[in-house]
Nanobody
Framework: QVQLVESGGGLVQPGGSLRLSCAAS????????MGWYRQAPGKERDLVAT???????NYRNHVKGRFAISRDNAKNTVYLQMNSLKPEDTADYYC??????????WGQGTQVTVSS
């Protein structure tokens, strides 16, 4: 089992920045890929960015150049640095851990609101 706890969400003005954190605990040695997903009201949950155990990253086009995912294996934490935020980035952001055995674990989510 893997437990994930997100933090760092909040209210920010357009053009501002936030950094989300996701702390993993439990069977962390089983984790391969970690990622951030988001779900806006009335919409499906979508991929934002992922980072594999070898550091390989992947981003959805709409966040490339504005968001950066990183991973601190010593702290068992993955981060999402979000810059140049837009109102359309408003959503609940979820952390996901994918194990080598292809099991997925999700955090409880953290809310991000971009508004003036």
């Amino acid at each position: 089992q893997v437990q994930l706890v997100e933090s760092g969400g909040g209210l920010v003005q357009p053009g501002g920045s936030l950094r989300l954190s996701c702390a993993a605990s439990g069977s962390i040695f089983n984790i391969n890929v970690m990622g951030w997903y988001r779900q806006a009201p009335g919409k499906e949950r979508d991929l934002v960015a992922t980072i594999a155990s070898d550091g390989t990253t992947n981003y959805r086009n709409h966040v490339k150049g504005r968001f950066a995912i990183s991973r601190d294996n010593a702290k068992n934490t993955v981060y999402l640095q979000m810059n140049s935020l837009k109102p359309e980035d408003t959503a609940d952001y979820y952390c996901k851990a994918e194990t080598w055995g292809y099991h997925d674990y999700w955090g409880q989510g953290t809310q991000v609101t971009v508004s003036s």
